[in-house]
């Protein structure tokens, strides 16, 4: 096993080095500011004639943070306060400045370039009528009503400066709390379901819902000015392109960083547009394009970059697919073959089945890094369940008596596993191949958070951008692609079963 885990990190990292000497690996996180800076940052390189590669809305705080550790990307934009709470948490003190953590950064190797001019911090807001309603103006006065509803995004509600910390400096009683997708909560404010939730001081909602931002009385937030994370290594290898990142200082105050925001969430205009904008009149000239990671959009036609990310989609499950197919069946006919022992594989088939999907993908990070190699990894792991499960208990479902059969005429093992077990099982394996494939169709989507691309792109940037076409662009195709995949081993079952021994 650790030669095979040193192999796959060797391969990995060939790929990686040539990337790594020849383009600027641009991340951000999953929510539109964040993917604005990422823009704005690969094309300040670019300009610089850096080759910059963009891997738009990667996920979280702390994944970001991993890969830029684990050298799969150069820089990211992030806040102080998240530095402080999250990154550093009780190495910095309390509302830490650039210039106290930029020390404590070096020494973990990585830098910092900013502030870039805005303080885009946290805040709890509700809708006017209804703060008005209650007569909230204040956090302090959220504890007088316990029946209110809050819904906070996901990672705010494990945050130390999120709602663990702040329910415990208010004394807040609410219990009716849940997570969910930031710029989801939106619409629950805005339906009547939540009453609150987590706002980004910047935010293009807070005016187009009319919402009253509370007063932060106590004092809970910390400053969130905006920065530039990157490896310090980076800097030598790109040195013209930090040169050009460090003149970004300054360049963003709030009232420019809320208006970009308005400009692609209310606007609907793209991402990359907004930043090219941005970058244009701060220097007067329009910024060479930054190249798209995996699964990122381009300027295409819709039917071009649907069938793309299709083709993205279909690789990641049919390799995934295949590998499993082939450690699998193995496992399968040994778990059949040795009850014992076949109780141990299906157990531990059966609980990599239980760890959750996006948990999964994340636990890949450390060892294969992002892209599409840990999307297909974990696929092949979830792949494993239904196609073991299913070869053993075809072949335990195969009558002992012609097997004895078979032994009396005096063919070998191999030949009555071959000839007559697997034959009269095949309508069950294919059944379970079939679970398989469909279960990967779908679970692939999450890919896209990691930076795999496919289908799930789509979905999660039109969530994230509120436009239902575009999370349709990737919601059909992937159902459309479930049915198709289930259509097909339809299709290989009447063929090779005959109708007797159809499951």
Known sequence: MRMKSGVLLALLALPRTASAADELRVASKSFTESVILGEIAALT???????????????????????????????????????????????????A???????????????LIGPLGFDNTYAIGMR??????????????LARHPDLRFGFSNEFMNRRDGWPGLAARYGLPQTAVQGLDHDLAYRGLVDG?????DLYQTDAEIRRYDLRVLADDRGFFPRYEAVLVHRLD???????????LQHLTGTIDAATMTGMNADAKLNKMPEAAVAANFVARTTGRSPSPATAGPGAPHDEAAAAMIWRRTREHLALVAVSLLAAIAIALPLGILAARRPRLGQVVLAAVGVVQTIPSLALLVFMIPLLGIGALPAT???????????????????????PSLR?????????????????????????ILAGIKSAAVINVGTATLGALIGAGGLGQPIFTGIRLDDLPLILEG?????????????????????????????
């Open 234 to 244: 980076a800097e030598a290898r790109f040195a013209p392109a930090f040169t050009a």
């Open 128 to 141: 006017a009528a209804r703060a008005a309603e209650k007569n909230i103006r204040t956090l302090s006065e």
């Open 377 to 399: 990894a974990a696929l092949f792991l979830y792949s494993l369940l239904p196609i073991v499960r299913n070869t053993h208990a075809g072949l335990r479902g195969v009558s």
């Open 97 to 111: 400045d650039v210039a106290t953590l930029r020390p404590l950064l070096r020494a973990r190797g990585v830098g």
């Open 45 to 95: 390189a670019s300009g610089a004639g850096v080759p910059a590669q963009h891997r738009r809305a990667l996920g979280g705080t702390r994944l970001c943070w991993d890969a830029l550790l684990a050298g799969q990307i150069d820089v990211y934009p992030d806040y102080t306060g998240t530095l402080t709470e999250e990154i550093l948490r009780g190495a910095a003190p309390a509302g």
């Open 193 to 197: 379901s939540l009453d609150a939730t």
């Open 475 to 503: 919601a059909l195709p992937a159902s459309l692609l479930a049915l198709a995949v289930q259509g097909v081993f339809d299709l290989l079952e009447r063929v090779l079963v005959p109708r007797g021994l159809r499951p």
């Open 404 to 428: 004895d059969s078979a032994q009396a005429l005096g063919l070998p093992p191999l030949a009555i596993l071959w000839q007559i077990e697997l034959p009269l099982a095949l309508g069950t």
